[in-house]
């Protein structure tokens, strides 16, 4: 039930225009196509999805490396969108669309010498899992070893802050994560009793001008997509008590 909800989020403006196309060969139903049409132009050409991602972007303001000036004792990098199966195919390294996850994280370490926490599974699923990837990483770029701690059995959010609860609990963590993702991690800090830190990342809506109308509609449509899949977790996880 809840992967056929996730996948009905995921595709929600196909849905959309699939249903639109039959109701109009079939021609009926239309008061149905008229609200359909009128949501695949808002989420096609509107500030619609910009607004919806700045709305939980902006919950939590971005912070500059130079200015982290709390003490914290590790810092912990939540699994993005790596791409294991290309990774393995070319060798070469696929941090997916929130690469700037793991760069900010190893930026900081470098900056302030302190170890890191990856979190992501290495799924037996080579389309998902950043575990192997961030492995990589490390790897190609001298980080020491000694220095890396992998979480790999976490599969989602939950999973790694019950990681932290567990090994971790005494001491405060800097958060690496993208801002739409950010504030279920600052939720569940909170739940868990996590001592945190919070340094967001891969911002990508539009905070210069929320209401600017674009015509690129393929970019507003990845972009109403991801923010609706955020909004639907965040709301998942508040009904369900975990945060």
Same mark, same amino acid.
């Given at each position: 039930?809840?992967?056929?909800?996730?996948?009905?989020?995921?595709?929600?403006?196909?849905?959309?225009?699939?249903?639109?196309?039959?109701?109009?060969?079939?021609?009926?139903?239309?008061?149905?196509?008229?609200?359909?049409?009128?949501?695949?132009?808002?989420?096609?050409?509107?500030?619609?999805?910009?607004?919806? *991602?700045?709305?939980?972007?902006?919950?939590?303001?971005?912070?500059?490396?130079?200015?982290?000036?709390?003490?914290?004792?590790?810092?912990?990098?939540?699994?993005?969108?790596?791409?294991?199966?290309?990774?393995?195919?070319?060798?070469?390294?696929?941090?997916?669309?929130?690469?700037?996850?793991?760069?900010?994280? *190893? &930026?900081?370490?470098?900056?302030?010498?302190?170890?890191?926490?990856?979190?992501?599974?290495?799924?037996?699923?080579?389309?998902?899992?950043?575990?192997?990837?961030?492995?990589?990483?490390?790897?190609?770029?001298?980080?020491?070893?000694?220095?890396?701690?992998?979480?790999?059995?976490?599969?989602?959010?939950?999973?790694?802050?019950?990681?932290?609860?567990?090994?971790?609990?005494?001491?405060?963590?800097?958060?690496?994560?993208?801002?739409?993702?950010?504030?279920?991690?600052?939720?569940?800090?909170?739940?868990?009793?996590?001592?945190?830190?919070?340094?967001?990342?891969?911002? &990508?809506?539009?905070?210069?001008?929320?209401?600017?109308?674009?015509?690129? *509609?393929?970019?507003?449509?990845?972009?109403?997509?991801?923010?609706?899949?955020?909004?639907?977790?965040?709301?998942?996880?508040?009904?369900?008590?975990?945060?």
């Amino acid at each position: 039930m809840l992967n056929s909800l996730k996948l009905i989020i995921f595709d929600i403006f196909g849905i959309f225009l699939i249903i639109f196309i039959l109701l109009f060969f079939i021609k009926r139903y239309k008061k149905i196509q008229i609200v359909l049409l009128l949501l695949i132009i808002l989420i096609s050409i509107s500030p619609l999805p910009n607004l919806l *991602v700045y709305s939980v972007e902006k919950l939590n303001k971005p912070d500059d490396i130079n200015n982290i000036k709390q003490d914290f004792d590790k810092i912990v990098i939540l699994s993005g969108h790596e791409d294991i199966r290309k990774t393995k195919k070319f060798n070469h390294l696929y941090l997916g669309g929130t690469n700037n996850r793991i760069i900010e994280g *190893v &930026r900081v370490h470098i900056k302030k010498k302190k170890d890191i926490i990856f979190s992501g599974s290495s799924s037996h699923d080579l389309n998902s899992g950043g575990a192997y990837v961030a492995e990589k990483f490390f790897k190609v770029f001298n980080i020491d070893n000694n220095l890396v701690i992998i979480d790999d059995k976490a599969i989602n959010t939950e999973d790694t802050f019950l990681f932290l609860k567990e090994n971790f609990n005494n001491e405060k963590h800097l958060i690496v994560t993208s801002a739409m993702h950010m504030q279920r991690c600052k939720l569940l800090a909170i739940k868990n009793g996590i001592n945190y830190i919070l340094y967001p990342v891969d911002f &990508r809506a539009n905070h210069e001008n929320i209401f600017e109308f674009s015509l690129n *509609v393929a970019n507003n449509v990845d972009l109403f997509q991801y923010g609706l899949r955020e909004v639907s977790a965040l709301l998942f996880y508040k009904i369900s008590g975990k945060i």
